[in-house]
Each structure stands twice: as C-alpha cells, then as structure tokens.
C-alpha cells in the first residue's frame, strides 16, 4: 500500500477572504490547490491528514472540495503511529518549507525509510536561508525532496546552501535533493458569454479591448503598478485603445485609493477600472472576459507567477516582465511578451535584511527595479490592436500551461519523485544508513530541573477511591482522550481495569500488560496514558487504604 | 442501562444530529440511531425502544430489533452506555 501523509489542511483562501476578510497568499492559495489536486488526481491508497474531523471535512467541503476526494482523507491522531504496516510505503509531505517538522515526526514514527517532501515559494528573506540551515542539522536524507517551481528560485536556493556550507564544519551539509517542478493550476471551462457580461457589467462596448492584471495589490510584495498605468497612458496617447482592469486582494497595504488617484493624474481614469478583492466567481469572470494579460512583477517576493499561469490557461496572451518564473512559461512573441527588467545601479550594496514590520532592503529593491515602460506600453499595443496575434499567441499559452502546469501533470511528476525517493530511502534504510538529528536534546536534560521530581520505572501504581469512581462512569474518560479523530478511551479503562486487578504493579509491568494487550501501541503510547490516569488522580503510588478497603468489601 | 452523562445528543442548524461527548462533536448520528439514543436517555427498556421505533419508522420489528441491539453494542464498545449495576 502507497499512503501519503499530509502534514496541514488548511480552506480555501478565497472563501476564507470572504467570510473573514484574511490576506490571500499565494503560498496558501497552493497549500489549498495542492490538496485538492492531490485527492483529485493522486493514485496513492491513502491519504492521511493528522487531527481531521468530521466537522473538519465538511468545512472542506464547504470550501469546495468534492465529497468525493475528502471521503480520501483518512484522519490520524497526531504524533501517533500510523496504522500501516512495515511493508507499506509511506511519504510525508508538507506544502511548505516545513522539512524540520516532517523530519522530527519521521524521527518519532521510526520511519526511517519515509521520504520527506517540501515546497519552497517565497525565497526573499533571510528566514528561508536560516530554515535550510535549520534543516542540515535534523536528520534529512537524500532521499528527502525540496520541490523549487522556477529555475532561477532553485539557483538562488542553491547559493543560499553554497553559503550555508561554508560556514558548516566538514562531513555536514544540506541533503535534501532540490527539483524543479512548475506549481500546478487547474484547466478552466472558458466560457463565451462571459466577454459580454464583463464588459455589461463595466459598462464597457462589446468591442473593446481589455487587459487584466491580477494579483495582490501590493508594492511590498508583488509590484509596483504606477509604471503600468504610465505605460497605458501613453498607449492612449498614441490614439489606440485598451481598457485595463486591475484586480485583486487589496487587505494589506491599500493600493486602490493610490492607482485611482495616479489614472486621473494621468488622464486614464476611463480607461482603468480598479477592482479590489474581488469574490471567487468574479476572479473566473475576469480571466474569462479578459482579452490580454499584464503582470509587470519587479519584486523578489514573486517566485513562480501562478496568476500568469492560471491567465494562460484561461488562452490569454501574456505582457509579463523578464522575472524569475515568468521566463520559465512565456517564450516571447510564442505565447506571450517579455518585457526587460533592470536592476538599479546600487543593487550590490543591499543585503537580505528581515525586520518586523518590513523586508527592509528587499522593498527598496523592488521600488527602485525598472520595469521597461516604453516596451511594456508597446506590447500591450500590439496585442490590443491586432486579434489575430492575441488568438494565436493565447492558444499557444494554453497549450504549455496544458502540457506542463495542468495539476494532472503536476501531480503525476510528484508521484515520479516520490517513487525515486522512495527507492532511495528503502536502499538506505536496507544498508542500515539512516540519518538521525544532530542536534537532539532530551526534554528531561533540558528541563528535568523544573519539577519536584520524576516518577521511576519501579514506581508501584494502585487505583484511588477517584479510579473507582470513574472506571462506574466510563464515559468521563473520554476528557483524557488526546485530539483525535476517534477520541475512544476504551484504553484508559482497560489500563484502570488492570491496575485495579492488580495493585503495585510496577509502571513497566503496567506499560508492558498495556502493550501485550493491544499490538497497536507503542511504548510512548503506554507511558503516556499511565500518566494521565495519575494526572487526574485515577491512580496513585500509594496504596489509597480507602480504596483498598471498599475494594476488599466489596469482594 | 443508562448512557454516560459525559455524551449530549444536540441538532445543528441544518438538521444533523451530533453526540457531543465530553463537550466536543465526536459522532454524527442518523435519524434511528438518535431516536434510539433519546430513549436510552429517557430510561426506557430496550423492549419499550423496540416497539416504538418499530411505529415510529414503519419498519419490521426484527429488523429494528437488531439494529437496537447493533447499536447499544456500539456504544458500550465507547463506553458511552452502562449497565445499571
């Protein structure tokens, strides 16, 4: 049996923005999308999500998942052995750059011979470079995958582990293998009236001419919109024509009020038409009724492109900048244009430089990063004044993204991976080469200090007058019940049951009649529900010579 | 037999019946499972649960018989009925 664990279900951005107002993310857009894709078109047995509930999988639903990929899901506790068996392969995966975590949990399941899988998207910031440093030291293998969706994202997390491997003593470095795999997006239906009721709905002529851009509203992390206005203002100027919209999440810094104030100032106000987050179905409207696509991205926040992606499955035409993943899709004057993008002069005097509030010296980066006006207004020219060149650089544009990012490729080149992995890990694992943490320390050497005591092996365990009380009213058991999908604490009793059978039995005679009791548990599963039973008082070192006194009466 | 005081059947806003148990959502039941889960909580006699969901749903007798007996089984596998004693 093939079984994927998921390490994090997170809604729909989208939805979530609606009901709640929150930021949509691009890399929460992906987390949302990769689960989807992976129940739709995934081919593993199983798919494990830790802690989902009934009530979790409707909101999932609700959210947009068919009924049928969250029946897919099966819930795990967390923490808890999987209910697999040895020969079973198993592949832990995480949408973000979260190896570490996957890497402690592997560590914890004895799954030595479980690839670990990743993401990384945003790779301004010096915290990605601190997290690959993180990760040389918790145990990732070869066989572990950190999954890159642009060529030049990938080259800049490669000089990140150059860096990082000069300062590492010999023997350790970063061994996770670094892939390039496209983000996926889904094919749409286009659908034909849809050029008509956007431009109803714009008051716009049947025949004009429209350019979306749609991203994030943001000068901090996308681009800089201003030049795109310029560029349109001197597109009109030349007595064309074109009607641009602007469209997306605007809940971080507000941009709308400034675009509309600098299209006035330009004389274009008619032209444009500011969209702030706009619902779900409208985002489907927009790319449907669009004609020409423009994303003039000039911020190291932007990775992949994925709005360029979904345009061009929508067959629109694209107008992007030359930037990081927009050059791995758009073959310029193939299925779209490329306009230049220019560093500023004192581009080597800055450095990564996280703050609190702001990537100080990544903005000032992005601000001052020259995206060719002059051309971009002369490509989107082009392409407003000639149909033809639009349909046939869209179609183009449709058939890459089909042949490349359509979630059912993408999909199936993970499962390549993984297979891959998964052969290299089982070798390893078969030659006795596991990686282990190098940096590991035990909770009680760190913190043993902090209580009065600890309770030894050879402790006796006796039920109390309480245990007696609760093993009447089983049902109160379910409140030591850990989050779980099947929070049944028929363990909890068992265990009782047994101490009260038998009292001063040792904690390890107890851990071990648990353990003989119910193959499925581990160690750490038995020690840890003894010690609830003494937690709430269920149970006791010392004899309770009211319990044992009603005990014996009661025989 | 009585159920466990811990477990409270409640109705959601669009209809469904969930048994909270130690105040969390852990089970959703049908429409048989939570009349059959009331009158456990009403102290009936599983003869008396019979013959009413028996009425109540228009089915055959034997047929209600066994899915009493189905699910009484199933909540004392979690412990969420007792026998009196």
């Known amino acids: 049996m093939r079984v994927l664990y998921i390490n994090q279900l997170s809604g729909n951005p989208e939805r979530l923005q609606g009901r709640d107002g929150r930021t949509i993310m691009g890399a929460k857009m992906f987390e949302w999308n990769l689960l989807s894709a992976l129940l739709e078109y995934g081919t593993y047995d199983a798919y494990f999500a830790p802690g989902v509930t009934d009530h979790g999988k409707d909101d999932l639903v609700e959210d947009g998942l068919t009924v049928d990929s969250v029946k897919r899901l099966a819930p795990v506790p967390l923490g808890s052995p999987l209910p697999v068996s040895d020969s079973d392969q198993v592949v832990l995966v995480t949408a973000g750059r979260q190896l570490d975590f996957l890497a402690n949990l592997r560590q914890k399941l004895h799954r030595h011979d479980a690839p ?193 992606a979904e345009a061009m499955a929508y067959g629109l035409p694209v107008v992007v900048s030359d930037w990081n993943g927009y050059r791995d899709m758009v073959r310029d004057g193939e299925n779209g244009f490329l306009v230049p993008s220019i560093f500023s002069s004192y581009v080597d005097n800055l450095r990564l430089c996280d703050s609190t509030t702001s990537m100080l010296e990544e903005d000032s980066l992005a601000q001052s990063t020259t995206i060719d006006v002059g051309i971009l207004s002369e490509r989107l020219e082009k392409l407003s004044m000639d149909p033809a060149l639009r349909i046939r650089l869209g179609q183009a544009a449709k058939r890459y993204i089909e042949s490349n990012c359509s979630w059912r490729v993408v999909v199936r080149r993970y499962e390549e991976l993984w297979a891959e992995s998964l052969r290299v890990a089982q070798a390893a694992y078969a030659n006795g080469k596991t990686s282990s943490q190098l940096l590991s320390s035990s909770l009680e050497k760190c913190f043993g200090h902090y209580a009065s005591g600890k309770r030894g092996q050879e402790s006796e365990c006796f039920i109390t007058a309480e245990g007696r009380k609760w093993l009447k009213r089983p049902g109160r058991l379910y409140f030591l019940s850990q989050l779980s999908a099947i929070p049944c604490p028929c363990k909890f009793a068992d265990m009782l049951r047994e101490i009260a059978d038998h009292p001063g039995l040792s904690v390890t005679e107890v851990v071990k009649a648990f353990l003989n009791a119910s193959c499925s548990a581990s160690m750490d599963n038995a020690h840890w529900t003894l010690a609830r039973l003494f937690k709430y008082g269920l149970v006791s070192d010392k004899r309770d010579n009211l319990a044992a006194r009603a005990s014996s009466s009661s025989k | 037999m009585q159920v466990a005081e811990v477990a409270q059947l409640t109705d959601t806003a669009d209809g469904r019946a969930i048994l909270e148990v130690a105040g969390q959502p852990v089970f959703e039941l049908n429409r048989v499972a939570a009349s059959i889960w009331n009158k456990l909580a009403a102290r009936l006699s599983i003869q008396e649960i019979i013959a009413q969901i028996t009425v109540e749903f228009g089915v055959p007798e034997e047929r209600v018989a066994k899915d009493v007996a189905r699910f009484i089984e199933a909540l004392k596998e979690r412990l969420l009925i007792y026998d009196d004693n």
């Open chain 1, 116 to 308: 670990i899988s990743g993401f990384v998207h945003s790779i301004n910031s010096a915290r990605v470079a601190l997290a690959l440093l993180q990760q040389c030291f918790v145990g990732l293998s070869e066989s572990d995958l950190l999954l890159c969706s642009s060529r030049a994202g990938m080259k800049t997390i490669d000089m990140y582990i150059d860096e990082i491997s000069r300062l590492l003593p010999p023997g350790i470095h970063y061994p996770a293998r670094r892939v390039l795999v496209p983000l996926g997006v889904n094919i749409p239906a286009v659908e034909q009236d849809a050029r008509n009721t956007l431009r109803e709905r714009l008051n716009l002529e049947v025949r004009e001419t429209i350019a979306l851009y749609f991203g994030r509203l943001s000068q901090t992390s996308k681009c800089d919109l201003g030049p795109l206005l310029v560029a349109l203002s001197q597109l009109l100027g030349r007595g064309n024509n074109l009607h641009l919209i602007v469209a997306g999440d605007d809940t971080q810094t507000k941009e709308a009020q400034r675009l509309q104030a600098l299209a006035k100032e330009l004389g274009c106000r008619k032209n444009v038409t500011i969209w702030p987050n706009p619902a779900a179905g409208d985002k489907h409207l927009l790319y449907c009724g669009a004609d020409i696509f423009v994303s003039p991205s000039d911020n190291i926040q932007e990775t992949f492109g994925l709005t360029v």
